[in-house]
Every structure is written in structure tokens, then in C-alpha cells.
């Protein structure tokens, strides 16, 4: 089986290298790391990245899944930056990760209303 995290460069890049990446605010303050992305199953494009934030050694930490499409990749930072502030992303959908969360187009929607995101919904 191929390594295709080895075979990825310019601008392409191995889901299993998103993840873990760190995320940061225009300032440059940190906000979290990606720890997953969602993937349409049709068309086959990344949707949402799941980032996580807040909690200390993994306790109390939350999941914001964020618009795919706020993220901007930085190579200098190694990482992506969003246009957003600690607060507004406290204040936004969340989920915690033990729950039984399931994923719904309402959700969906609210996500992208939240970061003011247009999307023909999937």
C-alpha cells in the first residue's frame, strides 16, 4: 500500500497531515488544532474541519467544527489562519467528544450561519 501522506506536495495534502495542524488567528495567537475533517461523500470535497479547543491533557476539550472554506493554509506558520477571535469561537456550535453527537443538516446550517458562510447545502 502506498504512503500517500509521502507522495503529497504543493497543493496537495494527505488528510492524515491536516490533522494535528494548528490553527491560528490573524493575530497569531493560537486557537486550537485540527483534529478531523468532514468529507462529502459525493462530491467527494472537505466540508468542515473539526478543530479543538480549550480543555487542559485532552480534559474539557471541545470540538468547533469550522467552514472548510474560512481556513487559509500558511506555509510560513506550517498551520492555517482563520479570520476569527478566541471569543467568537468560544461562543460558537461546539460539541464535546464523548458525546453521542450526531451530525444534522440544521447543524450544518447553523455552523454556517454562525461564521456567515454561504454554502448551497450539500
Known amino acids: 500500500m502506498v504512503d500517500v501522506s509521502s507522495i503529497t506536495s504543493g497543493a ?34 472537505a466540508v468542515y ?12 476539550e471541545k470540538h468547533h467544527p469550522l467552514p472548510w472554506g474560512i481556513l487559509k493554509y ?9 479570520n476569527l477571535d478566541k471569543k467568537k469561537l468560544q461562543d460558537s456550535p461546539d460539541y464535546e467528544g464523548g458525546d453521542n453527537f450526531v451530525w444534522t443538516r440544521e447543524y450544518g446550517e447553523k455552523v454556517d450561519h454562525y461564521y456567515d458562510f454561504p454554502r448551497t447545502w450539500i
Open 12 to 45: 496537495l495534502i494527505a488528510a492524515e497531515k491536516v490533522n494535528g495542524s494548528t490553527v491560528y488567528n490573524l493575530s497569531g495567537d493560537k486557537l486550537g488544532s485540527v483534529e478531523d475533517i468532514l468529507i462529502d461523500k459525493v462530491s467527494g470535497q
Open 49 to 60: 474541519a473539526l478543530l479543538s479547543f480549550g480543555g487542559f491533557l485532552g480534559l474539557g
Open 74 to 82: 500558511d506555509g510560513e506558520k506550517d498551520g492555517y489562519v482563520i
